[in-house]
């Protein structure tokens, strides 16, 4: 006999575990609210890990027309990361490794003098300085750099430590969802529930309210329900992946004469200690209809031309393409801050933190909402039951990894140690 449906009251239905959901979930937790977070994939793999990590104060990176000022929402955020990095924020990120404190912006010699004028206006700010010569970093410690070197205060952060530290906050919240066996249904009132057919248990989910944070998926949850609004508009990119022997890690954005840096490199390191760069920026965003071959080969005279003293022999490529999600604003504009809104005469919060950086200045719209709606933290009814029924949502893995598995698993990286350890025994 199949038992009947068991009904789960919650405050907060959190759909799509990224680093809006998850932030916002620590929040909502933190302040009283029963929460759950629904996950379709792995937590964090949409663009969260697919981003370079870097939390900055919004400047605009261009040295191309007019510079728009940085909103107050972005250019408080590097220091709303700082406070919760070292334990002393809204969410606690003291297990968030930082992959560098600062990043780096250069020219080639060709731009020397305007990149000059425009950092010129920007230094008296006091995060921005010239670097020294001999304070540069080893990737441009070389006689063949010319360029102008500046200096920025802004963090560089390890996304994949990031997920694990927001999802080990709210641990026994996340929860995967297989949307072909659940389904988001709204009544004659406008309210949502969540069914869900697990192979035990049918599972009905209430909430005060459903939050969608599902990046490009949101379109798809908002269709499902019958609604188009607030619209979204997707950027498309093809990152490129290096994995190389050298030893220089590097974050930075190289300027060129366009509205997004010409090439910006992040690092990063796969499980066995390889180094990756991570390139972005202009090439990824000029490479989106290049095949693979092409966007590689293109990558690759960019850095013979940028850091021709930088040996390429022997390094692996792989490419990403990618999207980033954002609401729909006029001409396609790049938004300054994150995106919060009700969906008028329902119980759906739709949002895009549109940048990492913003994920906080997100979870802060989506509390006021929530109080300014009079949703306040209610007992959670049959919690358990999700415990019971739904497995739990695991981190992702980086794109990196996806893309340079190791060679040989890591069960035969043991056997093989083991067995020079028995060789040397003998
Ligand atoms: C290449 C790249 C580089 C970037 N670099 C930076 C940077 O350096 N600094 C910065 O500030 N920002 C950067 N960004 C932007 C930043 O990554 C995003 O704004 C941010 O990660 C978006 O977070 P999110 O949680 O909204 O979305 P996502 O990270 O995409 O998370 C959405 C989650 O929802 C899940 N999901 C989707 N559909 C469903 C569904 N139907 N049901 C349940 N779950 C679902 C997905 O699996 C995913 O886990 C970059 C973005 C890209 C693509």
Same mark, same amino acid.
């Given at each position: ?9 919650? !405050?907060l239905a959190i759909i799509g575990g990224g ?12 302040? %009283? ?25 919004? &400047?605009?990176?261009? +040295? ?40 780096? &912006? ?41 360029? =102008? ?43 949502l529930s969540l069914h869900i057919q697990t ?67 992040? =690092? ?36 013979? !031309? ?42 759906? +919060?739709? %949002? ?20 300014? !709606? ?53």
């Open positions: 006999m199949i038992p009947s449906p068991v009904s789960i009251a919650l !405050d680093v809006a959901g998850l932030w916002l979930a620590n929040r909502a937790k933190s302040a %009283g609210y029963s929460v759950a977070v629904f996950e379709s994939g792995g937590l964090g793999g949409g663009q969260t890990l697919a981003s370079q990590g870097m939390i900055h104060g919004g &400047m605009k990176y261009t +040295l191309a027309g007019a510079l728009s000022g940085a909103s107050e929402a972005i250019a408080e955020m590097p220091r709303h990361w700082r406070a919760c990095l070292c334990g002393e924020g809204d969410v606690d990120l003291q297990h968030t490794r930082i992959l560098s404190d600062h990043f780096f &912006m250069w020219s080639g010699d060709d731009l020397g003098s305007k990149i000059t004028g425009f950092f010129a206006s920007k230094i008296t700010r006091g995060r921005i300085e010239p670097v020294n010569p001999n304070r540069r970093p080893p990737l441009l410690r070389h006689p063949l750099f010319t360029g =102008s070197l500046y200096r920025l205060e802004d963090l560089v952060i390890d996304t994949p430590s990031l997920v694990n530290n927001l999802a080990n906050n709210i641990e026994g919240h996340c929860f995967c969802i297989d949307w072909s066996q659940a389904q988001l249904l709204k009544d004659a009132t406008g309210q192979p035990q248990q049918s599972l009905v989910i209430q909430a005060q309210r459903f939050i969608f944070t599902a990046g490009k998926g949101n379109a798809e949850l908002l269709a499902q329900i019958g609604e188009q609004q607030p619209a979204m508009q997707l950027r498309p990119l093809q990152q490129v992946m290096v994995k190389n022997h050298h030893p220089f890690d590097f974050y930075g954005h190289c300027l060129g004469i366009g509205t997004t840096p010409r090439l910006t490199i992040s =690092s990063h390191r796969l499980p066995d200690g390889e180094h990756v760069w991570y390139l972005g920026g202009s090439l990824a965003e000029e490479g989106v209809n290049m095949s693979a071959d092409e966007l590689i080969q293109k990558a690759e005279t960019e850095l013979r !031309d940028l850091i021709p003293w930088i040996n390429l022999h022997n390094a692996e490529w792989a490419v990403l393409p990618i999207e980033r999600a954002e609401p729909l604003q006029p001409g396609f504009a790049r938004p300054d801050n994150a995106f919060m809104e009700k969906v008028p005469g329902t119980n759906v +919060l739709v %949002g895009w933190p549109t940048k990492l950086t913003l994920a906080p200045n997100l979870a802060n719209q989506a509390l006021e909402l929530l109080q300014g !709606d009079g949703v306040a933290p209610q007992p959670a009814n049959n919690f358990n039951y999700l415990l019971d029924y739904l497995p739990y949502a695991e981190p992702d893995k980086t794109p990196w990894e996806k893309a340079f598995p190791p060679k040989i698993s890591a069960e035969e990286a043991m056997a093989l140690r083991f067995k020079e350890l028995d060789e040397n025994d003998e």
